[in-house]
DNA sequence: AATTAAAACAACCGCCCATGA
DNA sequence: ATCATGGGCGGTTGTTTTAAT
């Protein structure tokens, strides 16, 4: 037996708002506040909508001082290393960014943002088929299977757990860094990662994996990371190269198992797994990534 | 000008969590 | 300690707009 629904579905309007609804909607909040209950306030300004329905299109198109559209290089860039730093924590990346909702970052992300990142993949793509005659290196990622590579992803966050800034130093700027730290130290369930300094984020040449990672393969060469700037501008400076395969740094950890654009490796999926202790066990999960290595090995992927 | 496809936007759904009884 | 409830959130779907043919 499910829960009790928060409104009478049959008899509650749905779909676009109408100048009136929003004109009544917005009067009575503005006069007399949501009387801190949603599910009772369209019944109280005799709006047939369910409550959570008045909440959105409060909270994301009649509320004061927001903003829809015209996002800057700025707050795409926050945007973009905020998403990858904790996920698909919209909320909490719409509050770096006043004027802006979830919703409407949510959006820009999955219709814009992804896109314009995912198009270096196809030109890097391209590159790859003209210039590589090496199948064997080529295909050396797509070779691995996907348990393989999410167990991959177990020992990176290991690794980025360690040196927490390595991945991205160059993403990172000052706000970024306050908000994760904040986060930090907020967020119990959040990955108990040690203060980021900015000066670690200014770091050069910072190769992003250690000797052990290079099991994935190829001459997998730490390279000088580049911003979302250099992503998003084809700048080839944000090419890595895998064997003689080169892809640009975003799709590289995209085909690490982050499948659709999802990078819950690095947010996410690990906040779920280690939610359920109030501290993260550091040891366990050294152990633990050890063995994920060997097992790859019993299993006889081609990881070397 | 009409049609189709793709992109962008708006809204809904259902789950989870915090809170109060 | 348990349960019911509302709020908040992320994922997804539906609708509208724009671009391409």
């Known amino acids: 037996m499910g829960r009790a629904p928060c409104c009478d579905k049959a008899n509650v309007k749905k779909g676009p708002w109408s100048p009136e609804e929003d004109a009544k909607l917005k009067a009575y909040i503005e006069n007399y506040g ?69 919703n409407d970052i949510k959006n820009y992300w999955n219709t814009r943002l992804k896109k314009k990142l995912l198009g270096r993949r196809r030109q890097c793509n391209d590159l790859n088929h003209s210039s590589v005659s090496d199948q064997d290196n080529n295909c050396s990622l797509q070779n691995l299977s996907s348990s393989a590579l999410e167990r991959l992803q177990l020992h990176m966050q290991l690794q980025s757990i360690q040196n927490p800034i390595s991945l991205w130093p160059k993403l990172m700027n000052p706000k970024t860094i306050e908000t994760l730290n904040s986060l930090n130290q907020n967020d119990q369930s959040m990955i108990n990662l040690p203060p980021v300094l900015e000066q670690d984020c200014q770091m050069e040449n910072v190769n992003c994996f250690s000797s052990e990672t290079n099991v994935v393969g190829s001459n997998q060469t730490g390279s000088d990371f580049s911003t979302f700037d250099d992503l998003m501008n084809n700048n080839d400076s944000s090419l890595v190269q895998i064997g003689n395969q080169m892809m640009a740094e975003f799709d590289f950890y995209m085909d690490l198992g982050m499948k659709d654009g999802n990078l819950g490796w690095w947010g996410n999926e690990f906040d779920v797994n280690s939610s359920s202790t109030s501290s993260w066990d550091s040891a366990n999960m050294v152990r633990k990534s050890e063995e994920i290595i060997h097992q790859d090995y019993d299993l006889g992927y081609s990881l070397l």
């Open 34 to 102: 949501t009387g801190g209950n949603w599910i009772a306030l369209p019944q109280k300004i005799g709006l047939k909508r369910c409550g959570k329905s008045c909440r959105l299109r409060w909270l994301n198109y009649l509320r004061p001082n927001i903003k829809h559209g015209g996002f800057t290089e700025e707050e795409d860039n926050i945007i973009c290393s905020l998403y990858i730093s904790i996920g698909s924590r919209w909320s909490i990346i719409a509050a770096q960014l006043p004027g802006r909702t979830d």
